[in-house]
Nanobody, 123 residues
Framework: QVQLVESGGGLVQAGGSLRLSCRAS????????MGWSRQAPGKERESVST????????YYADFVKSRFTISRDNAKNMVYLQMSSLKPEDTAVYYC????????????????WGQGTQVTVSS
């Protein structure tokens, strides 16, 4: 079955950087889009970034544009989220998920979320 395992979270000061990783298994990775979302305490989960199966198309939420970069390595079944210029409001649990489609920006098409990785940005 589909398994997604996130890693790379941690505590970082404002302005710092982190690289999140997600290892995928159990499906044809290169033909499925992937996405990162996050959920802060007391808030709903929100989409952060998505990437197509080929890696040629990406989407970023306005609040992370020019600060975060999504990428994938289809040979390793990995997807990454490079986060820089982190702000305290980026504090959340970050999740990766796969979509039924080669590429999608619609959060409703994503399924099989991982367990998440905590990112905490101190001011």
């Amino acid at each position: 079955q589909v398994q997604l395992v996130e890693s790379g979270g941690g505590l970082v000061q404002a302005g710092g950087s982190l690289r999140l990783s997600c290892r995928a298994s159990g499906f044809s990775f290169s033909t499925h889009g992937m996405g990162w979302s996050r959920q802060a305490p007391g808030k709903e989960r929100e989409s952060v970034s998505t990437i197509s199966g080929s890696g040629g198309n990406t989407y970023y939420a306005d609040f992370v544009k020019s600060r975060f970069t999504i990428s994938r390595d289809n040979a390793k079944n990995m997807v990454y989220l490079q986060m820089s210029s982190l702000k305290p409001e980026d504090t959340a649990v970050y999740y990766c998920a796969t979509t039924y489609y080669p590429f999608s920006t619609d959060p409703q098409t994503y399924y099989s979320w991982g367990q998440g990785t905590q990112v905490t940005v101190s001011s």
